[in-house]
């Protein structure tokens, strides 16, 4: 598949990234490359420039399905491609570590300059504390620098979902990034669609909201989930 990596069609090359991903969403696992990923990494190397971003998208995907299994591989080649890396490089490896940095995994936050965040939670705020299936809940947070330098914080949200036997289950949102100086407040609202969906089953009662920052958790917020009835 080397010499795909150049063909001017740019399905072509895709294919190479996403025909060897080892964790293909609806498709076969491939379990030899799960256990040693190596084979596909010159693939993937060849490909993290590439002009189309319908490429770049798969390599970070493919990387993404990598780190499930080898975090510390992922986190490395992270750290690598940042050097001198250009915008859509950078967007490129952070969406590959995202599940990482998600899960706080120390390494892939240090390839991206990231430390433990230095933070007070002013403000976590539920705006629609009943939300009805079909429309969208709101909420707002208010967070205070209390390091004594500027501070670079990936800001993501948790939505502590009900499952069928009543117990919460965590799903983590990608939300902003944001640089805060010496004790500065940092002001952010969103809203978060809670409609039908293919790949989640929703249960009505109590969930809550929280935020991770730089892989830590902070605040607990719980709303009420209205589904219609029958």
Not at 48 to 72: F, G, M, Q, T
Request: proline residues 8%; neutral net charge; aromatic residues 8%.
């Amino acid at each position: 598949m080397t010499p795909w990596t150049e063909d001017p069609n740019v399905h072509v090359r895709r294919l190479v990234s996403e025909g060897t991903r080892p964790r293909l969403p609806w498709g076969m696992r491939l379990n030899q490359l799960i256990e040693d990923p190596t084979p596909t990494l010159p693939l993937l190397e060849a490909l993290k420039d590439d002009p189309e971003e319908y490429v770049r998208r798969s390599v970070a995907n493919h990387l993404n399905d990598i780190a499930k299994d080898h975090p510390a591989l992922v986190s490395d080649i992270a750290a690598n491609w940042l050097k001198d890396a250009t915008p859509q490089r950078e967007k490129l490896v952070r969406h590959a570590c995202r599940s990482l940095i998600k899960s706080g995994y120390e390494p892939a936050l240090r390839a991206f300059g990231l430390n433990a965040p230095e933070i007070q939670l002013e403000d976590l705020s539920i705006e629609t504390v009943n939300v009805r299936f079909g429309s969208s809940l709101s909420f707002s947070a208010a967070l205070k620098s209390t390091a004594m330098r500027p501070q670079d914080l990936i800001i993501d949200y948790v939505l502590h979902f009900q499952k069928a036997n009543g117990k919460l289950a965590p799903k983590v949102f990608k939300w902003t990034k944001a640089t805060l100086d010496p004790g500065t407040v940092h002001r952010l609202s969103r809203f978060h669609p809670i409609r039908p969906i293919t790949t989640r089953t929703y249960y009505g009662g109590t969930q809550a909201v929280s935020l991770r920052i730089n892989g830590q958790d902070f605040g607990y917020q719980e709303f009420d989930l209205e589904m219609p009835d029958g």
